[in-house]
């Protein structure tokens, strides 16, 4: 199994962190999504799409595209779990299926946020996808700090 995990510590609660990966304005902001359709309970559907990059991967072409899957599980405050993640780039064929889990837990006022993709498949393409997402998800969610420590109401 080939994953991407990363972990960051954000001054706002959780309610206001989780919220942020399924309200549009928010995946706009800070995940740069040009459309997207995330519904936060058991089989709601996890859907973003992006505009395809000019710039060409040598393995997998334009980045952008759509990224979908299902909620399996939603717990407010708490966490939430994709499954039968694909990425549908622009150019090529899907990489897939692999999962998203996002979780929060409190630390005093602060909450940190642990998010973990994951799937494999043992070839080039699928590593040369981790290698890419890494960064890209990395600078995303610091993005996604940025904006809910800007836009969350205080914690109570």
Not at 47 to 66: S, V
Request: with cysteine; proline share 6%.
């Amino acid at each position: 199994m080939r994953e991407f995990a990363h972990s960051l510590v954000i001054d706002a609660p959780p309610d206001a962190v989780l919220a942020a990966f399924f309200d549009a304005d928010a995946l706009a902001s800070w995940w740069h999504a040009t459309r997207s359709l995330c519904v936060p309970r058991s089989l709601g559907s996890y859907a973003l799409e992006w505009d395809p990059t000019e710039w060409r991967d040598e393995l997998l072409g334009r980045l952008g595209g759509a990224f979908r899957g299902t909620v399996i599980d939603f717990v407010e405050g708490r966490e939430f779990f994709v499954a039968d993640a694909y990425w549908l780039p622009p150019d090529g064929d899907p990489i897939g299926p692999m999962a998203l889990h996002a979780s929060c837990s409190r630390d005093g006022d602060r909450t940190v946020l642990h998010v973990r993709q994951s799937g494999w498949e043992e070839s080039r393409r699928w590593s040369r996808y981790y290698e890419v997402i890494g960064a890209g998800l990395t600078l995303a969610l610091d993005r996604l700090k940025k904006y809910v420590e800007t836009k969350a109401p205080e914690a109570s």
